[in-house]
């Protein structure tokens, strides 16, 4: 059974940081989503497992960072300059093999974590 174990969410103030956290049972390509109340789940980001290449969603570019730790199957995500329209939950995402780039397909996902909760007061 895979897991994906998130942490990292909370509040902060606009033009303030964050780091989340995500832990895996295994090694996959992996990604982050958020979804805010009444909206669709967004795709923010995506890295691979090999090569570690990145692929960003417009609305964060600039101001978030992924990175990952294979020795640990952790990936890590760096909001820097929040807003308030990046509060939502944010979920931790895997799938076997594919890009960065094909993390942004959320039909192809095939693990979610369990969210955590961002939210940004202004």
């Known amino acids: 059974q895979v897991q994906l174990v998130e942490s990292g969410g909370g509040l902060v103030q606009a033009g303030g940081s964050l780091r989340l956290s995500c832990a895996a049972s295994?090694?996959?390509?992996m990604g982050w989503f958020r979804q805010a109340p009444g909206k669709d789940r967004e795709f923010v980001v995506g890295i691979s497992w090999r090569s570690g290449s990145t692929y960003y969603g417009d609305a964060v570019k600039g101001r978030f960072t992924i990175s990952r730790d294979n020795a640990k199957n952790t990936v890590y995500l760096q909001m820097n300059s929040l807003k308030p329209e990046d509060t939502a939950v944010y979920y931790c995402a895997a799938k076997f093999g594919g890009t960065a780039q094909s993390m942004g397909a959320i039909m192809d996902i095939d693990y979610w974590g369990q969210g955590t909760l961002v939210t940004v007061s202004s």
């Open positions: 295994g090694r996959y390509t």
